[in-house]
């Protein structure tokens, strides 16, 4: 059986270490200072080593006192994303996470099959360039390019970031019919990085002295494109972002049997405690069989 420390004293140690203050961590739990006193002399008696020590009139932790709570944090968070699962009810809504490009250029579009083939699940989207750890409870899932290998997250490659030219159907038009490489310098070149994927795509095409002209600098893969869409240039763009447009034809690939790969990919990334969920496994497995299908014909295109 075992030997656990009464739970309460626990919650208000942790409470009062990391304000290193009793009062705030009494507000915080909504009892009394004395209780908070109380508790944490009680969690010091079962451990037999002092946690606190008065500095003058300031709190600080004893060296035990800053070990234990360092190895307490973790697992009292590991303990309430536990309780959140716990107390989630079955049919809840499943709440992902987004790169905002990723899910204006390639999500939405495909939201409507996802709605016919679950309609009884609730999909929550929250768009943001910020990384998702897991341990944020407020979402289940999460859509991201990066390089992979995120500790305490399992993941699901789907798709590599690959990158060629595109433009509207109209700018194509006024193309020569056999474009190549220098064909593209007589239109404004759009950029969503610093101009060395250009570079790097006239290198791989044969062209590794062509010089890059400054173009029109954006600082969004999905306004690269709609920017691409409206006219306005030739973008270098991503082939996964870029699906919906190609299907409909609003851009075309002007060379597009020259194609570039970056380091970076986009992956569908959660938490192992959420493995056994049914909706948000539905919601990873059609996530992962619509880029599967969609890799298949961008690579046939």
Known sequence: MRRLPPLGAVRAFEAAARHLHFTRAADELAVTQAAISHQVRLLEEWLGQPLFERRGRMLALTPIGAAYLADL???????????????????????????????????????????????????????????????????????????????????????????????????????????????????????DTPKGNWGRWFSAAGYPDLPVPAGLNLSDSAITLQAAVDGQGIALGRLFLAAADLRAGRLVMPCPEQRIANDYAYWLVWPPRLDANPAITAVRDWIRSTAQTENTETEQA
């Open 73 to 191: 944090t973790p697992a009292l968070e590991r303990i309430a994303a536990a309780s959140a699962i716990a107390r989630r009810p079955a049919n809840g809504p499943v709440r992902m996470t987004v790169l905002p490009s990723l899910a204006a250029r390639w999500l939405v579009p495909h939201l409507p099959a996802f709605q016919a083939a679950h309609p009884e699940i609730d999909l929550q989207l929250t768009t943001t360039a910020d990384l998702w750890d897991g341990r944020d409870t407020r979402f289940d899932l999460g859509l991201r390019s990066g390089p992979g290998g995120w500790p305490g997250l399992n993941s699901a490659l789907l798709a590599t970031e690959t990158l060629t030219p595109l433009c509207s159907p109209a700018l194509r038009k006024a193309l020569p019919a056999s474009c190549t490489p220098p064909d593209l310098l007589r239109h404004r070149l759009l950029h």
